[in-house]
Every structure is written in structure tokens, then in C-alpha cells.
């Protein structure tokens, strides 16, 4: 089993981290997260909290790995939202904010109201 510590404060260590978002925490456990993801590499540290969870690889190639295999998939009934810890995803909504139709699915659609 993996160390509960996964190291944000140490710069050489960001490259090698995995975040894994929306994390069904009430089914999926820390050995489940540990064994779905050390197919990609040595694991040397594995933090689960609610929601989410983080994994340290031994190297950035494992992270890359983990993150193309994985990204989108879906476990415990939820789609798994997988990055590099050094690299959050772009665009993504800041909580509280509403998109528009438009930029969510593209002008293509006509919205037709006839009451």
C-alpha cells in the first residue's frame, strides 16, 4: 500500500501527480483508487478525500499514462474528471458561474419557443 502523502509544496514532485476529480468517495476507497491506477507506474503516495483524490507516480510518464487511460471514465455510477495535478484543465467553469447554451453547445442549435 502507497503513503497517505502525496507533495504539492515540492516542485520536482508536481510533474509526477495525478488529480482525479469527482470521485465517488462514498463507494470508492483508497486500495480501489491505488488499484485502478497502478497499472501506469509505481505509486508512491495515494491521498483520498471527498470527492476527489490525488496519486504521486515515480515519474511524469506514469501521469501522463494514467491520465490518457483513465480521463472519462466512469466509476461508482460517476465520470471520472482526470488531470495533471502541475496542469489544470482550461476552460473549465468556476463554480457558481452559468454558461450560456452558446458557448456550452455551439451556436448550431435553434431554439424554436412556440406557446
Do not use: W
Not at 486500495?31 to 507516480?57: L, M, N, P, R, T
Not at 480521463?71 to 502541475?86: E, S, Y
Not at 476552460?91 to 431554439?111: H, P, Q
Amino acid at each position: 500500500m502507497a503513503s497517505n502523502v502525496t507533495n504539492k509544496t515540492d516542485p520536482r514532485s508536481m510533474n509526477s501527480r495525478v488529480f482525479i476529480g469527482n470521485l465517488n468517495t462514498l463507494v470508492v476507497k483508497k486500495s480501489d483508487v491505488e488499484a485502478i491506477f497502478s497499472k501506469y507506474g509505481k505509486i508512491v503516495g495515494c491521498s483520498v478525500h471527498k470527492g476527489f483524490a490525488f496519486i504521486q507516480y515515480v515519474n511524469e510518464r506514469n501521469v501522463r499514462a494514467a491520465v490518457a487511460g483513465e480521463d472519462g471514465r466512469m466509476i461508482a455510477g460517476q465520470v471520472l474528471d482526470i488531470n495533471l495535478a502541475a496542469e489544470p484543465k482550461v476552460n473549465r467553469g468556476k463554480a457558481g458561474v452559468k454558461r450560456s447554451a452558446t458557448k456550452m453547445y455551439g451556436s448550431s442549435f435553434d431554439l424554436v419557443y412556440d406557446f
